[in-house]
């Protein structure tokens, strides 16, 4: 007999994101104030190392952090929402295919930059060595992009601490976790 397993987090139900659908997953990138990941991005200066010089106008950190608890509020709903590393690999795709790779907005505002290009998009693989500086806690799955900011106005906003990460739009199912799937996920 199968059972779903209605997962809490803060005594507030706690779903899974599904793409199963081809008209789901990531449509955009946004620079926010106060990222959902609760990590902010670095800016870096030419050499890459992390500096309060901000000559080459780099910013780079995690978009997505897997099996990381989201508060989300819809309406009087509340509840949490998390992505497993299949389904951020499976949007990473999705957007790939899609060229979506300058899709950004800022504070999820539906108003497009054009001048703000995506120069790298990475997922943590400890096994290939791709364990990006500054994040080493974060775990394997995490996505990373880094984007060049030419718009000097967002540019002083990222300076200014305005903006300090990244959030994604995504389109998505909730999913409840079958519990003959948890020992998988847990893993």
Same mark, same amino acid.
């Given at each position: ?85 299949? +389904? ?7 957007? &790939?295919?899609?060229? =979506?790779?300058?899709? %950004?907005?800022?504070?999820?505002? @539906? ?46 906003? +990222? ?7 990244? &959030?994604?739009?995504? =389109?998505?199912?909730? %999913?409840?976790?079958?519990?003959? @799937? ?6």
């Amino acid at each position: 007999t199968k059972y779903l397993l209605i997962m809490t987090y803060n005594n507030l139900p706690l779903y899974y994101i599904g793409i199963d659908d081809e008209e789901l997953g990531m449509s955009a990138i946004s620079l926010v104030d106060d990222p959902a990941v609760e990590r902010n991005f670095l800016k870096f200066k030419k050499d890459y190392k992390f500096r309060q010089d901000y000559d080459q106008h780099i910013i780079f950190g995690p978009a997505i952090i897997p099996d990381k608890p989201i508060y989300r509020k819809d309406g009087d709903k509340e509840y949490y929402v998390c992505f497993g590393r299949d +389904v951020i690999e499976s949007m990473v795709i999705k957007y &790939s295919k899609q060229n =979506l790779w300058n899709s %950004v907005n800022l504070q999820h505002n @539906d108003i497009p930059e054009d001048n703000i290009i995506m120069i790298s998009f990475l997922i943590k693989n400890s096994d290939l060595g791709i364990v990006p500086r500054y994040y080493e806690d974060l775990p394997d799955g995490t996505l990373f992009v880094a984007f060049k900011v030419m718009n000097e106005e967002v540019w002083e906003r +990222v300076k200014d601490g305005e903006l300090q990460g990244f &959030s994604i739009e995504c =389109l998505a199912e909730l %999913v409840e976790m079958p519990d003959d @799937d948890l020992d998988d996920y847990l893993r």
